[in-house]
T-cell receptor
Framework: KAGVTQTPRYLIKTRGQQVTLSCSPISGHRSVSWYQQTPGQGLQFLFEYFSETQRNKGNFPGRFSGRQFSNSRSEMNVSTLELGDSALYLC????????????FGPGTRLTVL | TQLLEQSPQFLSIQEGENLTVYCNSSSVFSSLQWYRQEPGEGPVLLVTVVTGGEVKKLKRLTFQFGDARKDSSLHITAAQTGDTGLYLCADYGGSQGNLIFGKGTKLSVKP
């Protein structure tokens, strides 16, 4: 079956703009988690959605937000972009909330100029 | 919050050599996972270990879980160029019960 897909794969924005990233989970998976990956900090947890509700949130400012739709697809939004937001944004899906196996998408590479 | 420390940070070897990378935790693992991430891709789960002292093998990869469940190692025998990638350890030790990751070991296997 199809894996996790993320769109777009690459994005270039300027400071102050906002951006929306999209994630389609594996069919049947109801949990979607988002991560930010940078060379300095590694992979850091942003938030997790399950059944259209945010269940967990990492230590990121309120400029980072997300939502999940009834078909389990998820979007992540970053407002008022800063240079430090340049990163690879990964989403992962799993069947259940919590400690299930997570399957990662290829990521969206965001560059903020 | 749990901290995962991986070493070495970088490793460059020739094809055919053996290598070991390590993952140490500031607290007891709940269920340790090892991932490999290739350039331009997301991490792919290699193995999950839950029992102290457990050893798992995946072809040329051997994963060991320390008895005290605070450390783990990944040994690769006769490395191949296809083993190149970022090796990450992870555990469900975040303050929100979320998955947290070490910063990884970047492995380069040269022909």
């Amino acid at each position: 079956k199809a894996g996790v897909t993320q769109t777009p794969r690459y994005l270039i924005k300027t400071r102050g703009q906002q951006v929306t990233l999209s994630c389609s989970p594996i069919s049947g998976h109801r949990s979607v988690s988002w991560y930010q990956q940078t060379p300095g900090q590694g992979l850091q947890f942003l938030f997790e959605y399950f059944s259209e509700t945010q269940r967990n949130k990492g230590n990121f400012p309120g400029r980072f937000s997300g939502r999940q739709f009834s078909n389990s697809r998820s979007e992540m939004n970053v407002s008022t972009l800063e240079l430090g937001d340049s990163a690879l944004y990964l989403c992962a899906s799993s069947r259940t909330l919590g400690s299930g196996t997570q399957y990662f998408g290829p990521g969206t590479r965001l560059t903020v100029l | 919050t749990q901290l995962l420390e991986q070493s070495p940070q970088f490793l460059s070897i020739q094809e055919g050599e053996n290598l070991t990378v390590y993952c140490n935790s500031s607290s007891v693992f709940s269920s340790l996972q090892w991932y490999r991430q290739e350039p331009g891709e997301g991490p792919v789960l290699l193995v999950t270990v839950v029992t102290g002292g457990e050893v798992k093998k995946l072809k040329r990869l051997t994963f060991q879980f320390g008895d005290a469940r605070k450390d783990s190692s990944l040994h690769i025998t006769a490395a191949q160029t296809g083993d190149t990638g970022l090796y990450l350890c992870a555990d469900y030790g975040g303050s929100q019960g979320n998955l947290i990751f070490g910063k990884g070991t970047k492995l380069s296997v040269k022909p």
